[in-house]
């Protein structure tokens, strides 16, 4: 047991790749949690994706012993956060956990958008906010310019920002010990009924269910019989204890504690992340403030291509689902890809991400369709329906109007990518808002924008606008009425589900002719003419067609009457325009995974 006023909860948070992990790798050496044979980078990144990549995608608690300079020993919860933006509902769910947040900032790269969500975030925590700026050893840094942008977000003096290198270590010690001064210890009221948050879990295919919590109240005892108060389910406590950041079982975890609980739960549903976790006995009256549900901002729809796999691929996303809080789907048909179901994700990287673990976790082959976003259609009897598919969308007789989601987009950018930026902006229907000079050389704007707009491929050519300076934060703000059309890709007359999309009117031309071009180059040519269409409702607005292979039947045919040749010619016709009337067009699996894809010139 610790006391009390020797703990400090506290998580890093800062922008895509601005030296988290690595940051966590120094706390991990400085306060010997890990040997040196041990050590590895990014050693709290613990999945193959995040190791590739070079990016946090779980939040990873570890607890660590440090002396500090005033010879006292402390005991620091570090819950490690990711830094993209389509994770940061895994920042609000680790800065539920703590008393403090440590913001960290390039040296070179100065404050960027999501520093500066985070920063609120924390401060809506009501959170201690320690600032530092990170890779002073770097040739491009400039400490003193992000020290200052940091300052005009918190307030308080330069001086005060701390100045390191996660990297070499430089300036680490005199962070841990602004740390242990300036994070308040926990409150928790250690006679108080037990009240403990499960911040985090995941599935262990021996262990069942293992859940991250923080005590807050009371004790949390090994063997005790235990209510999740969201659920009512009840469950003996088999093994609690601490990530050091190897796992170490203790018989009891008391207020202001982060720690593991393992109940033998099986069952995935039977424990949810935001739950208060109480004792049966005497359980507490009222449970604590949880955090707002993540609500899914993309849907698209994933099948397996081997339609036998159908149920591994449920399984998979139960599973996934226990370590991904924000993962919701749905069962959906489709008559070119069979049984799939229509997933929600935060975002593309997201939606990347739990694909390639689906395949990589869990040996799944999938096809995914083009991602969209949930429109709101207003009926005839004024009822209100969300369309998640196009599929489902009414015809235009049949409702009364269709609302889009719309965001609100922070851009931070070098002041010479003003005018790019703008252009970029207004030609995806961006209403453009205040303008706002950080610096003399650095510029916040903001615009509200169709959600729809920049889920493809707003942030690449965000990216390739700016030379990769600038930096993108959105969160949703409401629906608004939009000219929205459903553009039908039909194939020899049929329309094929796969390919249909939602888009605006203005856009509808331009959806429509890349669609059928790419599946002209992409559908392999029949023995007949194949006509791709894309149309809004009866009008054709766009048409590609894959000629037929030709035999050729004069080939035996040397010299003689031409009316011979004729005569075959015409039989072949003949032929070409039965097959027409009963044949249908082979797709082949490629060519859906391929015009599906989401890329550079979608």
Known sequence: MTDQSRIRNFSIIAHIDHGKSTLADRLLERTGAVTE????????????????????????????????????????????????????????????????????????????AQTLANSYLAVDA???????????????????RAAAELVSILGGEPDHVVRMSAKTGDGVDAMLEELVQLVPAPEGDPDAPLRALV????????????????????????????????????????EIGFLTPKVEPVARLGPG?????????????????????????EPASEPLPGYAEP???????LFPTDGDDYEKLREALEKLRLNDASLLWEPETSKALGFGFRVGFLGLLHMEIVRERLEREYDLDLVATAPSVAYRVVMPDDSEVEIKSPQDLPEPTDRKSISEPYV???????????GPIMELATSRRAIVGNMNYLSPERVELDFEIPLAEIVFDFFDLLKSKTKGYA??????????????????????????????????????QDYGSKMTGRLRGLIPRQLFDVPIQAAIGGRIISRETVRATRKDVTAKCYGGDISRKKKLLQRQKEGKKRMKMVGSVEVPQEAFVAALKVDDDT
Request: with cysteine.
């Open 471 to 508: 930096s993108l934060d959105y969160e949703p703000t409401g629906y608004r009425e939009a000219d929205l059309v459903k553009v039908d890709i039909l194939l020899h007359g049929q329309p094929v589900d796969a390919f249909s999309a939602i888009v605006h009117r203005d856009n509808a």
């Open 295 to 301: 609500k899914p901002m993309v849907f698209s729809g």
């Open 199 to 238: 911040f985090d879990s995941y599935f262990d295919a021996f262990r069942g269910v293992v859940c991250y919590v923080r005590v807050v109240d009371g004790y949390l005892d090994t063997g005790e019989l235990l209510r999740f108060m969201a659920t009512n389910e009840t469950q003996d406590a088999n």
């Open 408 to 418: 609100k987009a922070m851009i931070l950018t070098p002041s010479e990518f003003v």
């Open 37 to 112: 044979r041990e050590m590895r980078e990014q050693l709290l990144d613990t999945m193959d994706l995040e190791r590739e990549r070079g990016i946090t995608i779980k939040a990873q608690t570890v607890r660590l012993e440090h002396k500090a300079s005033d010879g006292q020993e402390y005991v620091l919860n570090l819950i490690d956060t990711p830094g993209h933006v389509d994770f940061s509902y895994e920042v609000s769910r680790s800065l539920a956990a703590c008393e403090g947040a440590l913001l960290l900032v390039d040296a070179a790269q100065g404050v960027q």
């Open 126 to 144: 009501g959170l201690e906010v320690i600032p530092a700026v990170n890779k002073i050893d770097l040739p491009a840094a400039d400490p003193e």
């Open 257 to 281: 504690e982060v720690g593991y609980l393992i109940t033998g739960v099986k069952e995935i549903d039977r424990i949810k992340v935001g739950d208060t976790v109480t004792a049966a006995r």
